[in-house]
């Protein structure tokens, strides 16, 4: 299994895009990714302009096509221009799971 996890930060009033921008891509992963096992999404109580996904794939090649995909795309194309810094991923085997 190959996981993704991303710290994303909105710019202050940007929230609401950013978050809607994120429930897209839930979205499409829900009705278009059978080999997506996993997309939470999440946004830190304290601070309501830090997000956070945890991605979960059945292998690579699905991680490869999720990343590939027109709603990525689109999520970024939205995002870019209203991130504050840059968004810190980490791609990892997955070692344990409940």
Known sequence: MKTISAILRARPGAEDTLRA???D???H???N???TVGFFVSQDA???T???TYERF???AAMDRH???AAVARFFAIAQPILDGEVVLVTADEISAR
């Open 25 to 27: 891509v839930a979205a």
């Open 58 to 60: 059945a292998d690579a």
């Open 29 to 31: 992963v829900a009705e």
């Open 50 to 52: 830090r997000f956070t």
């Open 46 to 48: 304290g601070d309501p």
């Open 33 to 35: 990714e059978p080999d």
């Open 21 to 23: 921008a994120l429930l």
């Open 67 to 69: 990343n590939g995909s």
